[in-house]
């Protein structure tokens, strides 16, 4: 007990790196081998981005813990094999997990895990265009962190609504959505989380027609990027990068931005983020004027959304395209 306490409490201080030192120094011990402690390894692997070692270690914490008849431990892992499937883009295995881990909390009580199993469902049903059921579903997990007062899952909620109002032109909603991330981030202090919001809130900027803010959003986004050493956080700035370079016809600087972005999501195994890459480089090939290097990069990116049932932004793909 008195391990996982610590893994636990490093965790919760956003350690991610000494968790695994610990987690490995332990190994092949039989601590190493209980369940709780293989999760909290399995959680601090996912926010650096090993999605490899996370779902080995999360699918054997399963395995233990449907064995012992843990329902907590089982509504727990499922929920993290579901953000991992979702960074894959296994998109049913994600909502398969989400949904059982949802109907689990349900029946524990678990009012945190409730907010955190919808906030993800909402996710997957904003990926694949259902708009109304995402927003629901955000919301209530919302509220279900503001009773809590968990700061973190109510950034992480805001940011998702901020980046669905977005996609459907509601800009004071989505400016609204933002701001209110970047203050719970701000309070939270986790310098992954403030990486994510700001790059969110640059993206905003970008398309409001404001890359001046942006650009000092951006510069902010990038420190905490590099300070958390996540580098699918540090993908997702690259992919913003891409799209302020675009806004300015910066072409080769975009390609550059594009394709760090999607180079570092294909090492690490993330679907939705590797086809935005591709799509963004596409977009910059074009403008430079390389036409087969830019359909081959829209292929790509096509492809990539089709697998993921990502309808709108294959749509919009297409639009930027044409």
Known sequence: MAVAQALRTLLIAGQFRDVLKLYRELEPTPESRRPDVQLLAATAATRLGDVAAGTSLAEEALTQFRGRGDWDGRMRTLNLLGA???????????????????????????????????????????????????????????????????????????????????????WREAEAAAANAVRHAELVGEPGLLALVLGAKAELSIERQDPALAERELERATRYAA??????????????????????????????????????????????????GAGLAARALK?????????????????????????SLLERLERDLS
């Open 227 to 276: 300070e958390a050493d996540d580098p699918i956080g540090q993908a997702e700035v690259h992919r913003v990068q891409a799209l302020s370079a675009l806004y300015k016809e910066e072409w080769e600087l975009a390609v550059w931005h594009a394709e760090a972005a999607r180079s570092t999501a294909l090492k690490h195994d993330s679907a939705l983020l590797a086809a935005e």
């Open 287 to 311: 403008g430079m004027g390389r036409g087969a290097e830019a359909a081959e990069r829209q292929a790509e990116a096509a492809a990539g959304f089709r697998r993921l049932g990502a309808t």
């Open 84 to 170: 991992l499937h979702w960074e894959r883009g296994h998109i049913a295995d994600a909502e398969r997990c989400f949904a059982e881990a949802l109907r689990l909390a349900r029946q524990l009580e678990d009012s945190l895990m409730l907010a955190r199993a919808s906030n993800n469902l909402a996710s997957v049903a904003h990926l694949q265009g259902r708009s109304d059921e995402a927003a629901a579903l955000y919301r209530g997990a919302l509220l279900a962190y503001q009773r809590l007062g968990d700061r973190r899952g109510t950034a992480e909620t805001y940011h998702n609504l901020g980046f669905a109002y977005r996609q459907s032109g509601e």
